[in-house]
């Protein structure tokens, strides 16, 4: 799949109307908003949508046999929902969203950990589509259901034992995506119940400043980022963030710049900041 975009991870809107209807190709809407946006992405998705789009619910394909939100399923019930969406091996995924790359790279990620080959973002997302006026659909679509075979990669994945051993003793960089007020514990946890402040030895890159308007940001502004951050590119790295999916945005602009030696912490501060027998740390990330 050609890009037809600055970044290898992307398709243009140009690129995605010219190829409308190939029958290995497979649209999908991953919008994702927080509580505190009051805004209903599959409602908005039913409204008006990429024709022949499915939408990817991201608290609805996830465990839940935990209260954490949105935790990744097991392979099989992961391969039975997206089968059901009409996603099948052998396909090409384009996903989209309506929330500045939240949910597309979350969904991006998801797709790839479970085996999937050929994943591009739509850049500029739905927001850049339907401002070009390209064709809409409304309505919910009923795919035809597809067989995935899932190949999941448990090494991409961090639990909290491993970001609590990186923490103690540096073998991995923690980077979290959260805004600096919450980081610092200055700003309250949009969701109740949590205690406010990060990860020790944690480092901040909030995820707005390297992406914008549905695009990541260039290689030199990722690396900048990181870098005054205090993070260095060249050891292992684990992202997080409130809960697990802005940290997708890290992860994305990490490999952007090509960087391997990445995990994401799934359970993410949902998880850590409601432990009380995990340490917290507030204030400045350590120089």
Known sequence: MTAGSS??????????????????????????????????????????????????DIDAIADHSTSLPHMLPSPKDFAEAVGKLGLG????????????????????????????????????GFQQWRGEGRPLQSGWPEPAPRVFTPNFDASAVAAAKDVLSASETGSAQIVDARSAARFTGEAPEPRPGLRSGHIPESSNVPWSLIAAEGRIKSPETIEAAFTQAGVDLTRPVITTCGS??????????????????IRLYDGSWSEWGGDPDLPVATGKAAP
């Open 7 to 56: 970044s290898a991870f992307f398709v243009s809107a140009a690129w995605l109307a010219e190829h409308l209807g190939a029958p290995d190709l497979a649209i999908i809407d991953g919008s994702f908003f927080m509580p505190a946006e009051n805004r209903d992405a599959k409602e908005e998705f039913r409204a008006s949508h990429i024709p022949g789009a499915v939408f990817f």
């Open 89 to 124: 091996d052998g396909m090409r995924f384009v996903v989209y969203d309506s929330s500045s790359l939240v949910g597309a790279a979350r969904v991006w990620w998801t797709l790839r950990l479970y085996g999937a080959k050929n994943v591009k973002i739509l850049e500029g």
């Open 244 to 261: 697990g999916v802005t940290a997708s945005i890290l992860l994305l602009a990490l490999e952007t710049i090509g960087k391997k030696d």
